[in-house]
């Protein structure tokens, strides 16, 4: 583990087509600050880096995914099952991440994070949605520490919402766990936190639907300034 940050704030951008996933980002991070929520397609959104909710093997053939690799070019799947294979071994594991040049000015990277194994995928009863999120910021951590300031904005779609049929208010909250577990670690290893995540997240089916849950960071850790 590490606790190095990203280097400036990160500007983050929230954005979907479907109007009740953007109703309940706007009640689950109502208290967030540095949070841009709008109702659009993420292919308007001028920032460094879009994240794409994908399936394990990286393959762009619905949802998301399938807009942006008709936007970006089929060049963009192959860096992503290319980044897969050389990090992975050709399986993308749920919470963790590969970020990779986009091929275009806007945006320069795309952040590919699994929310499901294989496409069309119903993950409505899992931690998916939480482990996903958390992966793709931290492959921010993991993006800026290896090019200083690369990073500084980035646009997120309602993971799972789609085609993984995760209802908004918890696909918002779940997001919201994933983005403030960002600001206040940064995990090197994505087992570890797969690990950290799914210990305190395993019983979250027994919570209130509106209840939102802060990951506690392991215990070597400074705090974000």
Known sequence: MTNDRVQSPLKVVLTDINATVVEAWRAAFADTPGIEIRKGSILDENVDA???PTNSRGRMDGGVDAVIKRHLGAGVQLRVQRAIRAQFAGKLPVG???CVPS???NPKFLISAPTMEASSQNVSETLNVALACAAAFQAIHQQNRKSPGSIESVALVG??????RVPAQVCAN???TGY???NDYC?????DLRSTVIAQLDDIEEAPAAKRVRITPPTRRTSRR
Do not use: K, R
């Open 159 to 164: 993971m799972g919402a789609q085609t993984g």
């Open 50 to 52: 879009w994240v794409s």
């Open 174 to 176: 779940l997001m919201w």
């Open 187 to 191: 995990f090197e290893d994505y087992d």
């Open 96 to 98: 963790s991440a590969v």
């Open 103 to 105: 091929g275009a000015v």
């Open 180 to 182: 403030t577990l960002f």
